[in-house]
């Protein structure tokens, strides 16, 4: 985040950062004063959904609204959001929304919540607000978005109880800050995403000063980043990055083709810096990259020199030993840039002999086996490969073990609340805290939606609860796949399914003609129609005998066909379909 | 694998190595000698599946004949093994199926294939033996598997033109050795999986002079372990592994549970001796485990002493900071005793505080959100998680990049052939092969099938191939699960499926009654009537002009209903479900 006002900041009330933080850790709050309550709508138990709240009396203040990519066994959703049934009837309360920087597990559940919470203020950073905008954009309402930037200067007044003070962190997009929200009870750190890193790319090092200034002050509580909470050591910087990848670039003869996330934009910076200083020309292809890297630049936070960028048409012109390519699809995204390349299906650009391939981001867990099946296509086709496991062609954006220690040194705080990243992150940075001297009674494991709350007694992690059910999107629906929905798709996805259709005489319950079968993903029916057969003998015997007088009739009839046409088929094959009996009567 | 006889070893000619191995790298074969082929039916382009075949005339030897565990992608499927039918009618010339050792990806083919192969004699070391006679049992047969034992002293005449002698290497089970094929026109050293440990654990070091001395008489080629071939240095040894499980012993007061792979019992030993010296009780659970340390130990190949084992019922009577738990697990595999123990479905394990829980195994690329939600849960009941990841409590069982190049080194090869590996991986060791100074010419990166050939001219990596399709296992079902099968499959758990069942008029095309909607995995019926009667409405309307003379009046119908239903659903909820479209004609 930039220092100094970088435009007019409106409606931010002067400093008065004496009032709340002088003192020791915990402050006494003028009696009568509600308790202060702490939760998270996602992001404790999972990585992504990232989702943090503060509600004191009538003033809440929300952090962040992130989504999550889905888990296994969820097959077909596109991601999931928070889960924001806590604030229904509240919507007027939100004294504001801040977004601590622009990835989608910090920003992704905006389009998705922000009109249904009443459009509250978005309090942000100018490139993370460029990135709200935009996709705003496709999911209409862009008019209707209450965006106020901030800068490392701000403090804001939210409420009665609130004042907010960002501090500037390193990640690996810029303008990332960590928010200080001084409360009645003391000053709470969110760190959101950040490690410190004090050689940046486009960045300013994380603002140190500022971030002991509030340990010197006395802070109630950490809230802190757990993603690399069981890696040791500290997160390596940028500049490490780009040496390792200068020497990719003295020594590789051909193309260069570098793969990475399309938000990755202090990566994308360096290459360009490179290009310009070995003479290359660079190519960068994929709508999303291509779309941040013109945001940034037009913002001023991307620094390209005319002739840099290939333009459309000059491709063929350009000799292999001058181009680079930054494109996206590191992870093997389906119809990412890379993916399209490595399957021939990219319209211009192919792999070729001499081609050196840079993958240069970690693999996210869950995504190893498409990655290792897109390194085989482009090896396959004469590439070399150059990944992070070789060389440090990847500087995470996520404090390690001594960073967070740091933080905790730094900060000093009462409370620590590990925040972003699975229980097992969370337990792992509680146990740094201890070693960082704070004592286990004062930190806070929570669940999602676990209430933390302040009073003049202290703290205390509640077994109150607020609600936070995944809330899936899947296509156009949001919140509209259930349970049963997706222990359907699952089953359906392991051994098919088999439609019986019966068609029975309304007053005799006997069967007409014979029953028809269809199945899909079960056994190849073309080359099965023994089986078949015999599954529609079967089924024809257990329909002898029907009683079409009795109650529920069909109801027992489907059951029937369900249970015992599926034992059928389990003793066949032990495989188990979907048993779907269709009854038509005539 | 153990130097000097073990028991009485039958059939095996003396040996006549000088005939084969004197002399320069390639030897030149008497006028008349059929070419050598060499192929792989698996292990070149994925981890698993391994199955190496040499055919000289009418000779043929098979080195390993194991599985693959299923790909993203193809769900309900089991496992996948090596497509035989290039032997069909040739079944009679196979001289032998050569074992390297008792793992999955290298025994797991056995039981499906060795009968259609017509029983041919399996050379393996005793535990390898043991363990492919006790997997053969669940599948019948038994009393027809021949297999003959061998030894490091062992060479065996297989047909005119193959001498077998086996080499000792390590890897994370005892018995492991790689395979020396001397043939008419060299010899070829087949590693199997090995690396190179100089403590190891329950077995003699690798035997590096058997290694060396082909080097000194010059071998033809090396087909060698890629696993690791993108990790630099050295791999760890067994012996590390217990210093750091020592420290964990020494360091954890309550009870540990120590999660693996069953067949890693070179772990189990160690953790049985650390239990031993620490006068602490091991419980081993798991039948896996528990049927493998069996096998070990009554074959002579674990050292247990009376007393170190937990009995039945005794259980309950153990103090905490007495019992050590050994389990199979530690990939979050469903039903495993981890998972079980997790989930609170153990019949008497459950997790307390105090526990300390070691994954002493690394992660398998596909299975690491699966692992990060079991440790969650282990976490969230009060264990204690020792990881790899922070302390070196597994050593894998493959030679990672210094290790591959000592083996060229020793064995001084012609040729190289990168086997077990992804091809991203036969690349990356391709590569440490230039770098150990075999020219890139005699380096032949394989697809699995592809046919390399030796003559008197020497050798070529052909372009023909012989068939190497997938052979899935799902149930009961061999090779009866296809591509349209599995693409259902898939499509099936994106979306779901939509039945419309239309009941038409035979004369007149007209429909009769409202057609019937039967839908799963989509979107809940029950929440969504709404679509559903507009669905229903749709449909009436598409069925309204039907003319049921024209021909194929059914087939247009369906297709008019499949497409048209499905875009109208995509419109209104941009999802894409499987539309089957029933037709009754009354």
Same mark, same amino acid.
């Given at each position: 985040?930039?220092?100094?006002?970088?435009?007019?900041?409106?409606?931010?009330?002067?400093?008065?950062?004496a009032d709340f933080t002088t003192g020791p850790q915990q402050l006494t709050a003028p009696a009568g004063t509600p308790?202060?309550?702490?939760?998270?709508?996602? !992001?404790?138990?999972? @990585?992504?959904? =990232?989702? *943090?709240? &503060?509600?004191?009396? %009538?003033?809440?203040?929300?952090?962040? +609204?992130?989504?999550?990519?889905?888990?296994?066994?969820?097959? !077909?959703?596109?991601? @999931?959001?928070? =889960?924001? *049934?806590? &604030?229904?009837?509240? %919507?007027?309360?939100?004294?504001?929304? +801040?977004?601590t920087h622009?990835?989608?597990?910090?920003?992704? !559940?905006?389009?998705?919540?922000i009109s249904r919470l009443g459009f509250p203020t978005i309090f942000t950073a100018p490139l993370t607000a460029g990135i709200i905008r935009k996709r705003q954009e496709e999911f209409g309402n862009l008019n209707n978005l209450?965006?106020?930037?901030?800068?490392?200067?701000?403090?804001?007044?939210?409420?009665?109880?609130?004042?907010?003070?960002?501090?500037?962190?390193?990640?690996?997009?810029?303008?990332?800050?960590?928010?200080?929200?001084?409360?009645?009870?003391?000053?709470?750190?969110?760190?959101?995403?950040?490690?410190f890193?004090?050689?940046?790319?486009?960045?300013?090092?994380?603002?140190?000063?500022?971030?002991?200034?509030?340990?010197?002050?006395?802070?109630?509580?950490?809230?802190?980043?757990s993603t690399n909470a069981e890696s040791p050591g500290h997160q390596i910087s940028e500049k490490t990055v780009s040496e390792e990848m200068e020497r990719i670039f003295q020594g590789h003869k051909g193309r260069l083709i570098i793969g990475t996330f399309s938000s990755l934009l202090t990566r994308v910076q360096q290459i360009i810096w490179l290009c310009e200083k070995y003479g290359k020309r660079l190519m960068i292809e994929g709508r999303s990259m291509n779309a941040n890297v013109e945001l940034a630049h037009s913002m001023g936070y991307m620094h390209i020199k005319p002739g840099t960028i290939v333009q459309e048409g000059e491709f063929g012109r350009i000799p292999d030993e001058k181009l680079v390519v930054v494109c996206t699809g590191a992870q093997g995204e389906k119809n990412a840039v890379l993916m399209r390349i490595a399957n021939n299906e990219h319209r211009h650009l192919r792999v070729q002999p001499g081609d050196g391939l840079v993958f240069s981001s970690s693999v996210i867990p869950g995504n190893e086996r498409t990655v290792q099946s897109l390194k085989d296509a482009l090896v396959r086709?004469?590439?070399?490969?150059?990944?992070?496991?070789?060389?440090?062609?990847?500087?995470?954006g996520h404090a390690k073990q001594e960073d967070l220690k740091l933080m905790m040194r730094l900060t000093k705080p009462k409370y620590l609340i590990p925040i972003h990243g699975n229980r097992f992150l969370l337990e792992a940075h509680a146990e740094l805290g201890e070693e960082a001297g704070i004592p286990r009674a004062n930190i806070f494991v929570a669940d999602n939606g676990q209430i933390m709350e302040w009073t003049n007694e202290g703290g205390k992690l509640t077994r109150e609860k607020v609600?936070?059910?995944?809330?899936?999107?899947?296509?156009?629906?949001?919140?509209?796949?259930?349970?049963?929905?997706?222990?359907?798709?699952?089953?359906?996805?392991?051994?098919?399914?088999?439609?019986?259709?019966?068609?029975?005489?309304?007053?005799?319950?006997?069967?007409?003609?014979?029953?028809?079968?269809i199945s899909r993903g079960f056994v190849y029916m073309r080359e099965n129609k023994e089986l078949i057969e015999r599954s529609r003998a079967f089924i024809k015997k257990l329909l002898k005998d029907n009683d079409?007088?009795?109650?529920a009739f069909e109801d027992h009839l489907k059951n029937k066909i369900r249970n015992d046409v599926g034992q059928f088929l389990f003793r066949a094959t032990e495989r188990r379909p979907m048993v779907l009996p269709v009854i038509i009567e005539v």
């Amino acid at each position: 985040m930039r220092q100094g006002p970088i435009e007019p900041v409106k409606n931010v009330r002067p400093s008065n950062r004496a009032d709340f933080t002088t003192g020791p850790q915990q402050l006494t709050a003028p009696a009568g004063t509600p308790p202060l309550k702490v939760y998270a709508l996602g !992001g404790l138990e999972e @990585i992504g959904r =990232n989702c *943090t709240v &503060f509600e004191c009396g %009538e003033d809440i203040v929300i952090v962040d +609204i992130g989504l999550m990519f889905p888990e296994e066994g969820m097959p !077909g959703i596109d991601y @999931i959001i928070p =889960n924001i *049934t806590t &604030f229904r009837g509240r %919507e007027k309360n939100i004294r504001g929304v +801040i977004v601590t920087h622009g990835h989608m597990d910090h920003i992704g !559940g905006i389009p998705l919540t922000i009109s249904r919470l009443g459009f509250p203020t978005i309090f942000t950073a100018p490139l993370t607000a460029g990135i709200i905008r935009k996709r705003q954009e496709e999911f209409g309402n862009l008019n209707n978005l209450k965006v106020q930037l901030i800068n490392a200067e701000s403090k804001v007044q939210l409420g009665k109880h609130f004042l907010f003070e960002p501090f500037h962190v390193n990640h690996n997009i810029s303008d990332a800050f960590g928010a200080a929200l001084h409360t009645p009870y003391g000053t709470i750190l969110i760190t959101g995403d950040f490690k410190f890193d004090f050689s940046p790319v486009n960045d300013e090092p994380a603002d140190l000063t500022h971030i002991a200034m509030f340990g010197a002050k006395g802070t109630l509580a950490l809230m802190s980043d757990s993603t690399n909470a069981e890696s040791p050591g500290h997160q390596i910087s940028e500049k490490t990055v780009s040496e390792e990848m200068e020497r990719i670039f003295q020594g590789h003869k051909g193309r260069l083709i570098i793969g990475t996330f399309s938000s990755l934009l202090t990566r994308v910076q360096q290459i360009i810096w490179l290009c310009e200083k070995y003479g290359k020309r660079l190519m960068i292809e994929g709508r999303s990259m291509n779309a941040n890297v013109e945001l940034a630049h037009s913002m001023g936070y991307m620094h390209i020199k005319p002739g840099t960028i290939v333009q459309e048409g000059e491709f063929g012109r350009i000799p292999d030993e001058k181009l680079v390519v930054v494109c996206t699809g590191a992870q093997g995204e389906k119809n990412a840039v890379l993916m399209r390349i490595a399957n021939n299906e990219h319209r211009h650009l192919r792999v070729q002999p001499g081609d050196g391939l840079v993958f240069s981001s970690s693999v996210i867990p869950g995504n190893e086996r498409t990655v290792q099946s897109l390194k085989d296509a482009l090896v396959r086709q004469g590439a070399k490969i150059y990944h992070y496991k070789n060389l440090d062609v990847h500087a995470g954006g996520h404090a390690k073990q001594e960073d967070l220690k740091l933080m905790m040194r730094l900060t000093k705080p009462k409370y620590l609340i590990p925040i972003h990243g699975n229980r097992f992150l969370l337990e792992a940075h509680a146990e740094l805290g201890e070693e960082a001297g704070i004592p286990r009674a004062n930190i806070f494991v929570a669940d999602n939606g676990q209430i933390m709350e302040w009073t003049n007694e202290g703290g205390k992690l509640t077994r109150e609860k607020v609600p936070v059910d995944y809330v899936m999107v899947d296509g156009l629906g949001v919140g509209d796949v259930s349970e049963v929905v997706l222990r359907d798709r699952v089953a359906l996805a392991e051994d098919g399914i088999f439609v019986v259709i019966a068609t029975i005489d309304k007053k005799t319950g006997a069967l007409v003609g014979s029953p028809d079968i269809i199945s899909r993903g079960f056994v190849y029916m073309r080359e099965n129609k023994e089986l078949i057969e015999r599954s529609r003998a079967f089924i024809k015997k257990l329909l002898k005998d029907n009683d079409p007088r009795s109650g529920a009739f069909e109801d027992h009839l489907k059951n029937k066909i369900r249970n015992d046409v599926g034992q059928f088929l389990f003793r066949a094959t032990e495989r188990r379909p979907m048993v779907l009996p269709v009854i038509i009567e005539v």
